[in-house]
Every structure is written in C-alpha cells, then in structure tokens.
C-alpha cells in the first residue's frame, strides 16, 4: 500500500493531522494499534471530565437546599458513573471512525516501526506484519503514565491514570503522587464522592507550574474540602500488607507512614518512542523527546514528529495545533510556527484553573516592570448568583507597552474564558484596549475586564 502521508498513532495530534491532509487531497493512512481517538479520546481528556461531571452534579445535589430545592435520598453510584465515562470515551472514538471515512482515510490497525526510507512496518493482532509505503511519515505515538523508579505500578494497588477511571469499587482512602492537573483533577473526583484524599507533592507547593496565587487559592479550596496536602514531600516506598497500601513519604518535618486502599501515581508521564525504529533511521532524540525543527521535521528525511513526544507542553490541543502546521508545511503552504509562549492550559477542578502567559514571578525574572490587575469572583454579581464565588482573575501587563504578559484564573468556567486573553494576547491587544471592550453583564467574563481595570487603577467594584 502507497500514501502520500501516513500518521502513527490516532489521538488529538494523529487524526488531526490526518484529517488536514486529506482535506488538502494527499492520499493519507493513519496507523492505530489501539481505539482510535488515542489517549485523549479513551483515556484521559474526555472520560476523565466525564467524571467530573458526576462529581459535580453530586456536589449540586448535596448543596441543593442552599439553592431553595429539597432533596431526598440520593447516594454516588460509582459504577455507573464509571460506565457513563466510558460511554462517552467510547462514542468520541466512534466519532473518530466516521470523521476518518468521511475523509475517505485508510485505517490500519496494528504496531508500526519505521523499517527504512519512505517504509513502515505494521504488525497486526495476528503477528503478521505487511509493510505501508508513505511520502512522508508522521508520528504522533503520545505519552503514558510515568513510572517512578522506586514505586512499580501494578494496575491494582499501585495505580496510574487509566486504572484511576475504571476501578471496580470506589477506595475509601487514596494517595495521589503529584499535584499536577491529573492529579489534581482525580483529587476533585475522589474527594467529592467521598473518599478520603491524600496529595502528596514534591515542590513546595500544588499546581507548581501555576502562579502562585492560584497555587494558594487552589491549596485553600483543597484543604477546605478535607483534602490533605504534603509538599516538598515524597513517597519513598509502598508496601502491600493484607490488601492495603503501607506508604512511607519522606516529609520537610521527617519521615512519616501513611496507609490507604489504593496509590495513584501522579508524576507526569512518558513518551512512547519505544519499537519505533528511531535508532535504525538515525532520527535523533533528547531527553525521551524527538528533536524537531520549526516545522515538526525530524534528522530523518521524510519523517515528522508532533505531540507529547516533542518537546512543549504535552497537550492534546498543542498537538492539534502542531499536526495542523506540520500538515501544512508538508503540502507546500507556510504557516507560522507555533507560539509555545501563547497557549494555554487548564485544569478541570471545582473551581477549575486556567492560565496563559507569564506568571507574575516569571515576569519579573524577565525584567518587566509590571502592571498586576487581581479581581475576586466574591465581588462578581454572576458568581453570587451562580453559588461560585470562589476564585480570582489575575492579569499582568508591561507597564512601558501595555503588553498582556500573562492571565491567571481560578473558578466557575474560567476554562472556557481563558480564550479571551489567548486571543488578545495573539492580536498584541493592550490593557486600554480590553477595558474599551464592553463586556456583558451579567457574567463571569467581567471579571477579565474588572481585573485589567484594577491594574489601571481604574477598577469600579472593588
């Protein structure tokens, strides 16, 4: 078999990049050894925020009455909330499907390894391998769940992400590794249904890439909710006594044991470059990331990378983005290379976070003299409403320019409003220019503008 582009793997970065080159007329293949749509679509975006959903509506129906409604007899069904997630996983990955005949893509199911130039050999469930030709290849394999050296997943006591979402009973204690959004985001779930949750961090505090008010914020929220949290703190072992976990974590203050049902390892994750041939083509890797130019072109002729296996944000729309602009180039157009300091990133917690940009501390380490606008959804008329008053929007700006350095965000829907700045700041739009733009009232998007106007000095309801 022939095609002029054939992508390995079919998450976010694969099938968008697919997609693209067919719509461009390339004749395109897309190698998935297992449920197209990858991780994202199976196992990490879309279940897991079906999950939170449950939570979420459990937390609204626990807090009917501050609402004027009276509710009886309701309980977490954990089973079924684990098959709802799954259902949706599972309707996403059909969607894949479709999209991939209505694009008129071959589909090849099987394990590929890049065997020589312009080849690629597919191994199916049978184990016989057939070989695919292709102009031009693009791999786009994704990340798993990372493993820490001393704490061995065993899919049952030990546990990463995926066993995280399909467990067969609800734990009643669970130990999170790591305060990232996965963790974090599986903090939420647990917790809100009722089981007892320990985050235990390395760095000196949670959400450690965000600023560090939302770090607060969230660590208050957290703590608030019952939620134990140990940083500069790590799990130095595990060990299984009559079915429960016995966890020694090395603290700031000594070494203490903890126990609980089930351990969830938290700790970032991998990139999956394993059998891929990389070596035999001399394409050329750095710290468990492939080495790429502007335009996702590796050291091998013909051959591409995009995706968490690249260096940037291991992101579902970052590699959205980067299997777009890699298409792109491939069929002769010239786009703009990717702005990894314009993108955003979100975490969804209850309240949720989201971010782009500098942080405060990070601007100022650039030497910007700058501008810091903070408004708390506790002043918002929509938050009050709306029973969401935790959180803030945070904005900082050059103080020379008027330059958007950065937006911090925590709260009700702030993931869907961290856009605004995104796109402000891709259109080199200044603080003046976003108080001159009205904002509806009332909602929760006035809080952008109210936080840019505090850092004019020009806030009216603070």
Same mark, same amino acid.
């Given at each position: 078999?022939?095609?002029?582009?054939?992508?390995?793997?079919?998450?976010?970065?694969?099938?968008?990049?697919?997609?693209? @080159?067919?719509?461009?007329?390339?004749?395109?293949?897309?190698?998935?050894?297992?449920?197209?749509?990858?991780?994202?679509?199976?196992?990490?975006? +879309?279940?897991?925020?079906?999950?939170?959903?449950?939570?979420?509506?459990?937390?609204?129906?626990?807090?009917?009455?501050?609402?004027?409604?009276?509710?009886?007899?309701?309980?977490?069904?954990?089973?079924?909330?684990?098959?709802?997630?799954?259902?949706?996983?599972?309707?996403?990955?059909?969607?894949?499907?479709?999209?991939?005949?209505?694009?008129?893509?071959?589909?090849?199911?099987?394990?590929?390894?890049?065997?020589?130039?312009?080849?690629?050999?597919?191994?199916?469930?049978?184990?016989? @391998?057939?070989?695919?030709?292709?102009?031009?290849? +693009?791999? @786009?394999?994704?990340?798993?769940?990372?493993?820490?050296?001393?704490?061995?997943?065993?899919?049952?006591?030990?546990?990463?992400?995926?066993?995280?979402?399909?467990?067969?009973?609800?734990?009643?204690?669970?130990?999170?590794?790591?305060? /990232?959004?996965?963790?974090?985001?599986?903090?939420?779930?647990?917790?809100?249904?009722?089981?007892?949750?320990?985050?235990?961090?390395?760095?000196?505090?949670?959400?450690?890439?965000?600023?560090?008010?939302?770090?607060?914020?969230?660590?208050?929220?957290?703590?608030?909710?019952?939620?134990?949290?140990?940083?500069?703190?790590?799990?130095? $072992?595990?060990?299984?006594?009559?079915?429960?976990?016995? *966890?020694? *974590? $090395?603290?700031?203050?000594?070494? =203490?044991?903890?126990?609980?049902? +089930?351990?969830?390892?938290?700790?970032?994750?991998?990139?999956?470059?394993?059998?891929?041939?990389?070596?035999?083509?001399?394409?050329?890797?750095?710290?468990? $990331?492939?080495?790429?130019?502007?335009?996702?072109?590796?050291? @091998?002729?013909? *051959?591409?990378?995009?995706?968490?296996? *690249?260096?940037?944000?291991?992101?579902?729309?970052?590699?959205?983005?980067?299997?777009?602009?890699?298409?792109?180039?491939?069929?002769?157009?010239?786009?703009?290379?990717?702005?990894?300091?314009?993108?955003? /990133?979100?975490?969804?917690?209850?309240?949720?976070?989201?971010? =782009?940009?500098?942080?405060?501390?990070?601007?100022?380490?650039?030497?910007?003299?700058?501008?810091?606008?903070?408004?708390?959804?506790?002043?918002?008329?929509?938050?009050?409403?709306?029973?969401? $008053?935790?959180?803030?929007?945070?904005?900082?700006?050059?103080?020379?320019?008027?330059?958007?350095?950065?937006?911090?965000?925590? /709260?009700?829907?702030?993931?869907?409003?961290?856009?605004?700045?995104?796109?402000?700041?891709?259109?080199?739009?200044?603080?003046?220019?976003?108080?001159?733009?009205?904002?509806?009232?009332?909602?929760?998007?006035?809080?952008?503008?109210?936080?840019?106007?505090?850092?004019?000095?020009?806030?009216?309801?603070?």
């Amino acid at each position: 078999m022939k095609f002029d582009i054939a992508v390995i793997g079919s998450g976010p970065g694969g099938y968008v990049a697919a997609i693209r @080159a067919a719509q461009l007329g390339k004749k395109v293949a897309i190698i998935e050894k297992a449920d197209l749509g990858g991780v994202c679509l199976n196992w990490g975006c +879309i279940p897991t925020k079906a999950l939170l959903k449950s939570a979420q509506v459990f937390e609204y129906i626990n807090h009917a009455a501050d609402y004027g409604i009276t509710v009886k007899d309701h309980k977490v069904d954990f089973d079924g909330m684990v098959k709802r997630s799954r259902g949706v996983a599972d309707g996403m990955s059909k969607g894949i499907a479709f999209l991939m005949k209505k694009n008129k893509i071959e589909v090849i199911k099987g394990s590929a390894k890049l065997a020589g130039k312009g080849k690629i050999s597919v191994t199916g469930d049978d184990g016989k @391998a057939q070989i695919v030709e292709a102009d031009h290849t +693009i791999l @786009a394999t994704g990340s798993r769940s990372r493993e820490l050296p001393n704490i061995k997943i065993d899919g049952k006591h030990v546990i990463g992400y995926r066993e995280a979402m399909v467990l067969p009973k609800q734990p009643k204690e669970l130990i999170i590794i790591g305060s /990232g959004a996965i963790g974090m985001e599986f903090a939420y779930f647990y917790s809100s249904i009722g089981t007892k949750v320990t985050i235990v961090e390395f760095m000196p505090r949670i959400l450690p890439i965000e600023d560090e008010d939302v770090s607060k914020a969230m660590s208050m929220v957290y703590k608030k909710r019952g939620i134990e949290i140990l940083t500069e703190s790590s799990v130095e $072992k595990v060990d299984i006594k009559k079915d429960r976990c016995i *966890v020694t *974590v $090395k603290t700031k203050n000594g070494e =203490v044991t903890l126990e609980s049902d +089930i351990v969830l390892s938290a700790a970032g994750v991998q990139t999956n470059l394993e059998n891929l041939g990389l070596e035999e083509m001399g394409i050329k890797s750095d710290k468990g $990331k492939v080495v790429v130019d502007d335009f996702y072109r590796t050291s @091998a002729p013909g *051959v591409y990378a995009i995706g968490d296996i *690249v260096p940037g944000p291991a992101l579902a729309h970052v590699a959205s983005a980067e299997g777009i602009i890699c298409v792109e180039a491939i069929c002769g157009h010239h786009p703009a290379p990717l702005n990894y300091g314009n993108i955003p /990133g979100c975490t969804y917690t209850h309240p949720e976070v989201a971010s =782009v940009g500098y942080t405060e501390a990070q601007a100022k380490e650039k030497g910007y003299e700058i501008m810091v606008g903070k408004f708390p959804f506790s002043a918002s008329g929509k938050a009050a409403a709306g029973g969401h $008053k935790d959180g803030f929007v945070k904005v900082i700006f050059d103080k020379k320019y008027g330059e958007w350095l950065g937006c911090h965000m925590v /709260g009700e829907g702030v993931t869907d409003m961290i856009i605004e700045a995104v796109v402000a700041r891709n259109l080199e739009t200044t603080g003046l220019e976003i108080l001159k733009s009205i904002h509806p009232h009332p909602t929760m998007s006035e809080a952008v503008m109210e936080a840019v106007a505090q850092a004019y000095g020009e806030c009216i309801h603070l």
